[in-house]
């Protein structure tokens, strides 16, 4: 097969003979692979939800650390994931980052308590976050410009979105027949043998720029946002005007602001240049964002304990009937590039996120009787097909106001806003669940009272995330508008299917 590659490789020391590159189609299988592992590990989680609160004794509320653990170091990390390929070399940290994800992943099959599973989560995150932007920097470094490299970034694009439609399928599947220690312990092998085939396979390349790492920004920003969700869960428990709740949250605030300072001021290579948000299409846009993913990342939180909690469904049958959602999702995200040329950007956006917020309306009116048509395949078809048509004219105007140079780093602060958005909402949002459930129950989990109870916990955390999109799609109105439609992007759909995972 003829190789396709615009990687430079070096003369070996010594022996004035130069390495043949790899072949271009064993770069994208890499890549595909480890971009499979951050996705697959997102959605296979959520169907185990319910067996790991009951094997290692987690709270309401604590359970959502499972998944918050999870996407706060994702966020936090992923811009210096990025920068960390350009000093270091895509072989390096693909290889890093996968070594990372897979013995964290070890430590989280065999976790023995809440903590140590959490803790584990948070090491995943922090590889998926190294590995994440390594996998796309190998096909633009192997796949010269033009159809080859689109093909390929649309191949390693759409093995994202399968990854986050079988996740569901195949973490019920190892649930019910295996364990939940499975949907961890199955990123092992997997990562080892891709550990292997890139030491084999890479070449060392060369670090392509000198900047530094903005290790100041990362440890600042990471320690803000989980203090300010860890004291936002810790007032379910204590209330609001307690030392409990308000030192996690004093942290959180005072941390973010100095990583505004260190961004501004102190930083030679920011995570985020801050000068980018004068622009009106990047702030309108990453704040809308950031809103809609609140709800948006939940859903698929309660949507799993609600039919496993309230319906009684096994977690292979919650899995199969996750599928309808990313379908929809897909549809959606495929419909949006041709519908925003005739509506523009701003009112799809708008129309997208109105129809969600009927979906979530409607989901809010879950009940202990509810059936599988209309308690939740069809609420479920409207809120992801409405998040599937809002988020690629959302990436659209986040990108137009920016240098072409600049278009990829506007695109990943988005996706930044995206998973900061779902992890703080997330801990909003279980925490007004979790207080509803205890209010209701009295703290009893068994028994019909408490059936009741969870089935209402779970659909206010649904009626919440209904208002606050009809409050984002007032929002929207505000964001500068885009008629022409660009040229569309092949990650930009699947991007839809995967960070809402």
């Not at 299988?29 to 296979?44: E, F, K, N, P, T």
């Not at 790991?52 to 499972?66: H, I």
């Not at 809308?288 to 309660?302: C, D, R």
Request: glycine letters at 10%.
């Amino acid at each position: 097969m003829p190789n396709d590659t615009t990687t430079t490789t070096n003369q070996s020391a010594g022996t004035g003979h130069t390495p043949r590159p790899p072949a271009a189609w064993l770069v994208l299988v890499l890549a595909c692979a480890g971009q499979a592992m951050v996705v697959l590990d997102v959605s296979i989680v959520n169907v185990a939800l319910p067996a790991m609160r009951s094997e290692l004794g987690f709270d309401p509320a604590g359970l959502a650390w499972v998944v918050n653990a999870y996407t706060l170091a994702f966020a936090s990390l992923l811009l210096l994931g990025g920068r960390a390929v350009d000093l270091y070399g895509s072989r390096r940290v693909f290889v890093a980052g996968l070594a990372v994800f897979a013995v964290a992943s070890l430590a989280g099959g065999l976790a023995t308590s809440p903590q140590a599973l959490i803790v584990a989560r948070a090491a995943q995150g922090v590889g998926g976050a190294i590995l994440s932007p390594a996998t796309l920097t190998l096909l633009t470094t192997t796949f010269s410009e033009g159809e080859r490299r689109t093909r390929a970034v649309a191949t390693w694009s759409a093995v994202g979105a399968a990854a986050g439609a079988v996740g569901s399928v195949l973490g019920g599947v190892l649930t019910d027949y295996l364990s939940w220690r499975w949907v961890l312990l199955i990123n092992v092998p997997i990562g080892a043998a891709a550990v292997v085939a890139a030491l084999l396979v890479l070449p060392a390349g060369r670090p392509r720029t000198k900047q530094r790492l903005d290790l100041a920004g990362a440890v600042t920003v990471t320690v803000g946002l989980t203090g300010l969700a860890y004291g936002v869960m810790r007032s379910e428990t204590f209330g609001w005007a307690t030392a409990e709740t308000l030192v996690p949250l004093t942290l959180g605030v005072v941390a973010l602001l100095v990583f505004v300072a260190v961004e501004a001021f102190v930083a030679k290579t920011p995570l985020v240049p801050l000068r980018l948000f004068r622009t009106r299409a990047i702030s309108s846009a990453n704040l809308v964002a950031f809103l809609m993913t609140v709800p948006g990342f939940a859903m698929w939180y309660f949507l799993s304990l609600s039919m496993q909690n309230v319906l009684h469904y096994s977690a292979m049958q919650a899995g199969l009937a996750f599928l309808p959602h990313t379908l929809a999702l897909i549809v959606g995200a495929r419909l949006a590039p041709r519908l925003l040329g005739r509506l523009g950007a701003r009112r799809l956006v708008v129309v997208g996120l109105v129809v969600s917020a009927a979906g979530f309306a409607w989901q809010g009116q879950l009940s202990a009787t509810s059936g599988l048509v209309t308690g939740v395949v069809l609420p479920g078809i409207l809120m992801s097909l409405g998040m599937g048509l809002a988020f690629p004219p959302v990436v659209a105007i986040a990108t137009s106001g920016v240098a072409r140079s600049e278009a990829g780093l506007a695109a990943g602060i988005l996706t930044t806003s995206r998973q900061v958005g779902g992890a703080l909402g997330l801990a909003v949002l279980a925490t007004i669940s979790a207080s509803h459930i205890e209010a209701l129950s009295g703290g009893r989990l068994d028994g019909a009272v408490a059936a009741g109870a969870l089935a209402a916990g779970y659909a206010r955390a649904f009626d919440v995330g209904a208002a606050l999109l009809v409050v984002v799609a007032l929002i929207a109105l505000t964001m500068p508008n885009l008629t022409k439609p660009t040229k569309p992007n092949p990650a930009e759909s699947a991007a839809a299917v995967d960070s809402d995972r």
